[in-house]
């Protein structure tokens, strides 16, 4: 048993924790499809495993399956290429060539799960007001994907980036009544190209609350017995049907989750349901494919 950290076409990476409960330790990647497993090489590297990450991205150019192992500190990163010649892992140096060059605490900071974008782009949070860092699984190169101009100064407490509709989205709590999407769609003249997709404002959203035997719909306006979340208790964890759908958490102190909701964007609807993540738990959407299915049952096929 495990923890599931990226799901990517028919496949999900589990990585199992360590005996001591912290970090990482063996990964192995699962096909939901066939339930066969493959378990990977242990990693050589000098790092803890305190605070990696761990990811599964697609090459469609090699159409090849890679494992990237971000390690912490200045220990760079490894990628794992399965089916590939060499059988073990590459390791490639990190991000940021000095400690001052890095945004966060060295000491203290985690690399969590990436957002992945069309199975290919990776893009981590780095403790940053400026920018992401990202990797290409083709070219296995790092860099900065820089944020929107959202006409202030971003706070980095206040955003949270998430896959929706295949591309990276920049979502932003502007105020305790108004939550701002931004779309990265193109590159443009070698700059990102961020487009304002859609803003969540308390004045003009409809509000359901769910109930275990019925709903009832009612504005804003009229919240007295049944009153609207904060927004600035409310995290980004995911989103569903191409990115139409928000899934928000709602924090009701500090590292203790509360209800789910659910914002639809074409209707303005936020939905509140009586489910709950448990502490440190992620949300990992999955979306099933036959598309690589046969390459993906022919890398398998000698663990199951």
């Given at each position: ?150 006409g202030q100064e971003i706070e980095k407490e206040r955003y949270k980036l998430l896959e929706m509709g295949e591309y990276l989205a920049f979502v ?121 299915w046969k390459h993906e049952k022919e890398l398998l096929s000698k663990s199951s």
């Amino acid at each position: 048993m495990g923890k599931i950290r990226l799901s990517c076409d028919d496949l999900i990476l589990v990585v199992n924790q360590n005996r001591n409960g912290s970090g990482i330790g063996t990964p192995y990647v699962e096909n939901l499809l066939t339930k066969s497993s493959l378990s990977l090489p242990k990693s050589p590297s000098d790092c803890r495993h305190v605070q990696c990450g761990a990811a599964i991205g697609f090459d469609p150019s090699k159409k090849q399956y890679k494992v990237v192992h971000m390690c912490a500190d200045q220990s760079g990163y490894k990628i794992f290429t399965l089916g590939g010649s060499d059988d073990g892992w590459k390791r490639i140096p990190g991000p940021f060539e000095e400690p001052y060059d890095r945004p966060f605490n060295g000491e203290t900071f985690r690399w969590g799960d990436p957002v992945l974008i069309n199975g290919q782009v990776m893009h981590w949070y780095v403790d940053s007001d400026e920018y992401a860092i990202s990797m290409n699984v083709s070219n296995e190169k790092t860099y900065r994907t820089y944020y929107p101009d959202i006409g202030q100064e971003i706070e980095k407490e206040r955003y949270k980036l998430l896959e929706m509709g295949e591309y990276l989205a920049f979502v932003y709590k502007v105020s305790s009544t108004q939550i701002d999407v931004w779309i990265l769609k193109d590159y443009c003249h070698g700059q990102n190209c961020w487009v304002k997709r859609h803003s969540i404002s308390k004045e003009s959203m409809k509000y359901i609350k769910s109930s275990s035997s019925s709903s009832s719909k009612t504005s804003s306006k009229l919240q007295d017995n049944n009153p609207l979340p904060d927004f600035m208790r409310l995290f980004p964890v995911a989103s569903l049907r191409d990115g139409e759908v928000i899934v928000f958490m709602h924090q009701t102190s500090k590292n203790v989750s509360g209800c789910l909701y659910f914002y639809e964007i074409r209707h303005m609807e936020l939905k509140k349901f009586n489910l709950r993540m448990k502490d440190r738990s992620s949300f990992v959407p999955h979306r099933s494919s036959l598309i690589h299915w046969k390459h993906e049952k022919e890398l398998l096929s000698k663990s199951s």
